[in-house]
Structure formats: structure tokens, C-alpha cells
Nanobody, 125 residues
């Protein structure tokens, strides 16, 4: 079973940038899809972005298109999320997980996930 470790969160001023990293512990296939999700206090978890590690095809939710970039990290088992021009509404705990093709396309999970600890992102101003 894969385990995920998220890092890179922090406090940033509106308009600023953060880069999150997702470390995947365990064996993964080249075409494993990795999704980034977030959950704000009192709200349901929502999909943010997804990448197919095989062909680098990406999917984004509308509210982050043009601001966030999901990509394979510098090492084989990492996936990054570059967040630019951040807004207060981006404030949330961010998580990553492996997803199916359908989950990647829709950015909605349909199967139970083994979530990591997450990384907190707070945007002020």
C-alpha cells in the first residue's frame, strides 16, 4: 500500500507562491496518477489538480487554472504542486493520493484513500 508525505506548506501573503511536494513511499507504476486535494475548515475535501506520471497529462479545477502547476518532482517518487498568485480561498490542508483515471479526470475520489498527514497552507491579505 502506498503512503504519502506532503510538505512545503506555510503562511504566504495574497499574491505569493508556495511549492508543495508529495513524496510517495512504495512501489508505483510509471502511469500512476497522483492527485492533489485540499480541505478547508468546515468544508469537504476537494480535488485541486492531477497528473498522469506516464504522459504528464494534467487536470486542474477551474479556480486554480493558470495559477497552479502540478508536475513530477526531481526524484522518481515525488510530485510537486507549484502554487502562484495565491488567494485567501486557497487556504486549506493539502493532501496527495494515487487516483484512478476517472478520479483524475473528475478530481473527485470514488474509492477510499489512505491520506497522509497533509500540509497546511494559509494565505492572508
Amino acid at each position: 500500500q502506498l503512503k504519502f508525505e506532503e510538505s512545503g506548506g506555510g503562511l504566504v501573503q495574497s499574491g505569493g507562491s508556495l511549492r508543495l511536494s508529495c513524496r510517495i513511499n512504495g512501489f508505483i507504476f510509471s502511469n500512476t496518477r497522483i492527485g492533489w486535494f485540499r480541505q478547508a475548515p468546515g468544508k469537504e475535501r476537494e480535488g485541486v489538480a492531477c497528473i498522469n506520471r506516464d504522459d504528464d497529462n494534467t487536470v486542474y479545477r477551474d479556480s486554480v487554472k493558470g495559477r497552479f502547476i502540478v508536475s513530477r518532482g526531481n526524484t522518481k517518487n515525488t510530485v510537486d504542486l507549484q502554487m502562484n498568485r495565491m488567494k485567501p480561498e486557497d487556504t486549506a490542508e493539502y493532501y496527495c493520493a494515487d487516483v484512478s483515471a476517472a478520479e483524475c479526470t473528475s478530481l473527485k475520489t470514488t474509492w477510499p484513500k489512505s491520506w497522509g498527514q497533509g500540509t497546511q497552507v494559509s494565505v492572508w491579505g
